[in-house]
């Protein structure tokens, strides 16, 4: 379950940043009952990121494939055992 907590909090910028490193999710700040901002860790910023990027690798891939981009893995591999001879 998020962790929502109110922008008066962010004053105790000790306990927030443990419980950022201690949840290992975005912390959810809310301003006047609305949502404002998101808090997290830098670690959990990073992973975040990562799943992105790979999301749009992903997304090339299938764009790809819809586009008829194809090669065949024997072709590819062919390719590369012959470029760096192994």
Do not use: W
Not at 4 to 20: F, R
């Amino acid at each position: 379950m998020p962790k929502i907590i109110p922008i008066k909090d962010l004053k105790n910028t000790g306990e927030i940043s443990e419980l950022c490193h201690s949840s290992n999710e975005p912390i959810f700040v809310t301003k006047n009952g609305y949502s404002d901002m998101v808090v997290m860790s830098d670690k959990t910023y990073d992973e975040i990121m990562e799943k992105l990027r790979l999301y749009q690798l992903i997304a090339e891939s299938e764009k790809d494939v819809e586009n008829g981009r194809l090669a065949d893995g024997e072709t590819v591999f062919g390719a590369l055992r012959e470029k760096y001879e192994y």
